[in-house]
């Protein structure tokens, strides 16, 4: 069946240095890719996502890659600060209904 | 701007009892989808509705559970006798436009303690 999963369940970095959250997913025929940012206690808040046709997106710190060879989605976060601590979701939209598939999360702890 | 609003927050219920969980979706969207996380797990879609229809309903269990997006007033996620595998957190996400790459926007959610 359909799956979206992570290889890191928990990813530990010191402030300032770049990070890096992967994702596989299964599903070859999804088209659009969404990473989401989840604070204890919170909603899932939109950071940035990135559609088929593209291998890779920049947005403010952040860059989503794409490989579709291999179905791996990754994110980077430049520069991490302490308020980037938080689980982080990838997503994909499956079917015509704008399904979304998310994956089990990654903890992202930055260390001062 | 407002955005998703859920309430209650945190809702406490007994086996046996209801649960109505309500959405408002952001101003000008007119497409609502309900998700359900258990503790450190990902969300999982349940339901995705426009006003008056149920589109895809593929993620609702099939007892005690249904949703509703009427034409006027939030949309509704009804949990008829609850049990304690019902205890979750549910969140709602709206969007401007229907299938395709539309960006969903979460609300903070309500949190369901079945005793």
């Known amino acids: 069946g359909e799956s979206v999963g992570l290889h890191l369940p928990t990813l530990s970095v010191q402030e300032g240095d770049n990070s890096i959250i992967n994702c596989a997913y299964s599903n070859s025929a999804s088209d659009y890719f969404i990473w989401y940012k989840q604070e204890s206690g919170k909603g899932p808040q939109f950071i940035i996502d990135i559609r088929s046709n593209m291998d890779k997106r920049q947005g403010q710190r952040v860059t989503v890659l794409l490989n579709k060879t291999v179905k791996h989605l990754s994110l980077q976060i430049a520069a991490t600060q302490p308020g980037d601590s938080a689980v982080y979701f990838c997503a994909e939209m499956g079917g015509a209904t704008n399904k979304l598939i998310f994956g089990t999360g990654t903890l992202l702890a930055v260390q001062p | 701007n407002a955005g998703v609003m859920q309430n209650p927050r945190h809702l406490v219920r007994r086996r046996g009892q209801e649960a109505r969980l309500r959405c408002s979706p952001m101003?000008?969207?007119?497409?609502v989808y309900w998700y359900r996380q258990l503790p450190e797990e990902g969300l999982k879609f349940m339901v995705y509705l426009q006003k008056e229809n149920i589109i895809d309903e593929s993620g609702m269990p099939k007892e005690r559970f249904s949703a509703e997006f009427p034409k006027e007033g939030p949309s509704i996620l009804r949990i008829q006798q609850v049990v304690r595998g019902d205890s979750a957190a549910y969140f709602c996400a709206s969007s401007q436009q229907g299938p395709g790459t539309d960006t969903q926007y979460f609300g903070p959610g309500t949190r369901l303690t079945v005793l």
């Open positions: 101003k000008g969207h007119s497409h």
